[in-house]
């Protein structure tokens, strides 16, 4: 079975400020791929970031950057100089060799201007 | 990547009926998925739907509650049936792109049951 922890509920910010979201994971797939996903309050999901389990390379995309580390199975994201429109709930997430994705229980960032 | 065209975008039902929900998808994909976000809650799997067969249903969820419809490789319907407020939720269908190992999201039906 698979499992996705992320234990931050919510996290306020002020605008400008750096944001990390923690994400932890089991699995005992050797392949397996990791997401994050955005939700807006419209309620519609965005997809953000993937990353496979043989690729450990952390990059930096625009304001987005990911800390990808198989030893301590964790997959956290940042936002850099964050936005009033980065208030939204962030999911995380991993899908296996049976190509389901299982979410974490979602983390609500408020960027208060 | 795939578009998922998803409808209704939101309904208000009474207890007791059905709602069907429909996935167009622009380009042909081996899999689909249905999922529940209950208010204030994470995404939950009910079930993947299957071409040409019974779809495969999560644990806690039944066919006779949400019967699924795939009838070919870019069509897919979820029936949430005899509603209760507590099906009161978010419905989202997705697909997964074999060849991007990436998953589109339709844009949600936000059901009220009342």
């Known amino acids: 079975a698979q499992k996705v922890t992320q234990a931050q509920t919510e996290i306020s910010v002020v605008e400008k400020e750096d944001v990390t979201l923690d994400c932890v994971y089991e699995?005992?797939?050797?392949?397996?791929?990791l997401f994050w996903y955005k939700q807006p309050p419209s309620g519609e999901l965005v997809f953000l970031i993937r990353?496979?389990?043989?690729?450990?390379q952390n990059e930096i995309s625009g304001r987005y950057s990911w800390n990808f580390q198989k030893s301590t199975s964790s997959f956290n994201f940042t936002i850099t100089a964050s936005q009033v429109v980065d208030s939204a709930v962030y999911f995380c997430?991993?899908?296996?060799?049976?190509?389901?994705?299982?979410f974490g229980a979602g983390t609500t960032v408020t960027v208060r201007a | 990547s795939a578009v998922i065209s998803q409808k209704p975008s939101r309904d208000i039902c009474q207890r007791g009926t059905s709602l069907t929900i429909q996935c167009q998808v622009d380009?042909?994909?081996?899999?689909m998925f249905w999922y529940r976000q209950q208010p204030g809650q994470s995404l939950t799997l009910i079930a993947t739907?299957?071409?040409?067969?019974?779809?495969?249903?999560e644990s806690g969820f039944v066919i006779d509650k949400f019967p699924i419809s795939r009838p070919n490789l870019t069509f897919s319907t979820l029936t949430v049936s005899n509603m209760s407020p507590e099906d009161s939720s978010i419905y989202l269908c997705?697909?997964?792109?074999?060849?991007?190992?990436?998953?589109?999201f339709g844009s949600g039906t936000r059901l009220t049951v009342v």
């Open positions: 997430a991993l899908s296996g060799n049976d190509y389901k994705l299982s």
């Open positions: 699995t005992r797939d050797t392949t397996y791929y």
């Open positions: 990353r496979n389990s043989f690729d450990e």
């Open positions: 380009s042909q994909v081996t899999m």
């Open positions: 739907a299957n071409q040409g067969s019974e779809a495969t249903y």
């Open positions: 997705s697909d997964r792109v074999v060849d991007d190992y990436g998953y589109t």
